[in-house]
């Protein structure tokens, strides 16, 4: 194994927080990479109804959790879609098998797991059958592609304030359609 | 719990869900996705199609459901042919219901 890692520590390294605490700390430093590498990294999948989706994304952002990926799904849960009662002479009971809803995923650290379900069941909380679920995964890599980095630096960075929201690229956008538009 | 992500033939999908409402996995998501296998695709004549529809399907089971699960899907999805698909399976640390907040765990 690379870098000296013991079955030991690899068992450690790979099992839950509470394992790594109760593990001896001596073991901690023949860890050769610093000691944030240790902070795990989780993805949080939030299947919920396609229309609370915008108050959700801004509650998240409070957070500063600004950063996901999003997809229109289709889905059922234990009730296994909807089903409508049956119309007076009609043959055969409607039902709708699959509902649309909004599949969101978040790459966060350990510690912001709790904050951010928090926020998804807040948010997302009707009371009704059709709220949606939260899974929360562990994830072992995360790279990001511009630069190369790895772990949570890939998720973190100090982001000058003229590319929030696109500005910058926006302007440049925008001068050249100018442009292109006199020609 | 583990989660399931099967990568399967479009025109399986639906015999895939029944085999899987058999033991008693109801609750899933699905996508349509494109993909291509170890094959890169398919050729027919000159046209080279590298990436074919498949349908996703996502489920979130107990570890005792996984095995029933795999047996359901593969005999369902099952031709015997390139392009059946896969089914990955990955670790779920927890799961939430939205509607009552309660959290799951095993």
Redesign the interface.
Known sequence: MTRGVTPELRTMLEGTLEHRRSAAPGLLATWAEPAERLIRL?EVI???RPERWHHTKSRVQRLRLPAFTQ????????E?GLRYLPRQGASRQTSIQ?LP?R?ISWIVEDAQVEPL?QA??ET???????????????IDEAVRLRTGERGRDALHAQVPADIIMGKAQHAVQATELTHASRE | MKLLRAIVRPEREEQVVKALEAIGVVSLTKMDVLGRGQQRGIQVGASVYDEIPKVQLLLVVEDAKVAPAMTAIESAAKTGQPGDGKVFISPVDAAYTIRTGERHAD
Do not use: C, E, H, S
Not at chain 1, 71 to 78: H, I, T, W
Not at chain 1, 124 to 138: R, S
């Open positions: 989780k939030a299947i919920i997809q229109r799904v289709l889905g059922r849960g234990r296994r699959y809803k599949m379900i998804l069941i997302n909380q009707t009371g009704q059958l059709g709220d949606g679920k939260i899974f929360v995964l562990p």
